[in-house]
């Protein structure tokens, strides 16, 4: 069975960072490319991030390039993201989901990140 | 970016009835490999989203056979045959074809 798990969702200062991590089990984690989607508390969602098996290619929404990165570790099964000079715009849920010929199929349960003073 | 618009966005529907959710995208969604990716996503309230339809038609394994999708080029449909009570959440269309990938403002499905 496929599983994502999120972590490291908190309540961030803006100026701040923080760093979320993806744990994944029952696939070959180093076969998918992955991807990050956040989705505001009550909005819709909105795709972040993704990367490819070896994390040599890596593409990001504008509105996070150069503050956020995303990375990989095929040895721990782990995705992460990055997430630095945050805004109060950036609070959301942020899911963890394997992509797979051009689309995405199974998701995490999500973690949220809060920025606010 | 390619804007992918939805409409309603939001739908009352009694059970037993047909209800269809319509996804326009701003540019065509033809990937040069002759591909359409347009999916659809159903996210229940309190859960994460789940995939429904991929490549505009193909259903997921485990997704009941009364969701389907249509369409071509810029415009799509996705149809629920026969509501049931289990429907109720937010479906999002969403664009794969085009950097960066792009969802739909998502339609609100609620049983009257």
């Known amino acids: 069975e496929v599983q994502l798990v999120e972590s490291g969702g908190d309540l961030v200062q803006p100026g701040g960072s923080l760093r979320l991590s993806c744990a994944a089990s029952?696939?070959?984690?180093?076969?998918?490319?992955m991807s990050w989607v956040r989705q505001a508390p009550g909005k819709g969602l909105e795709w972040v991030a993704n990367?490819?098996?070896?994390?040599?290619?890596?593409y990001y929404v504008d509105s996070v390039k150069g503050r956020f990165t995303i990375s990989r570790d095929n040895a721990k099964n782990s995705l992460y993201l990055q997430m630095n000079s945050l805004r109060a715009e950036d609070t959301a849920f942020y899911y963890c989901?394997?992509?797979?010929?051009?689309?995405?199929?199974?998701w995490g349960q999500g973690t949220l990140a809060t920025v606010s003073s | 970016d390619v804007v992918m618009t939805q409409s309603p966005l939001s739908l009352p529907v009694t059970p037993g009835q047909p209800a269809s959710i319509s996804c326009r995208s701003s540019?065509?969604?033809?990937?040069?490999?002759?591909?359409?990716?347009l999916n659809w996503f159903q996210q229940r309230p309190g859960q994460s989203p789940r995939r429904l339809i991929y490549?505009?038609?193909n259903r997921d394994s485990g997704v009941p056979d009364r969701f389907s999708g249509s369409g071509s080029g810029t415009d799509f449909t996705l149809k629920i045959s026969r509501v049931e009570a289990e429907d109720v959440g937010v479906y999002y269309c969403?664009?794969?074809?085009?950097?960066?990938?792009?969802f739909g403002q998502g339609t609100k499905v609620e049983i009257k």
């Open positions: 969403m664009q794969s074809t085009h950097w960066p990938w792009t």
């Open positions: 540019q065509s969604l033809v990937h040069s490999d002759g591909n359409t990716y």
């Open positions: 490549k505009v038609s």
């Open positions: 029952g696939f070959t984690f180093s076969n998918y490319w």
């Open positions: 990367i490819n098996q070896g994390g040599s290619e890596k």
């Open positions: 989901a394997r992509a797979v010929d051009y689309t995405v199929d199974y």
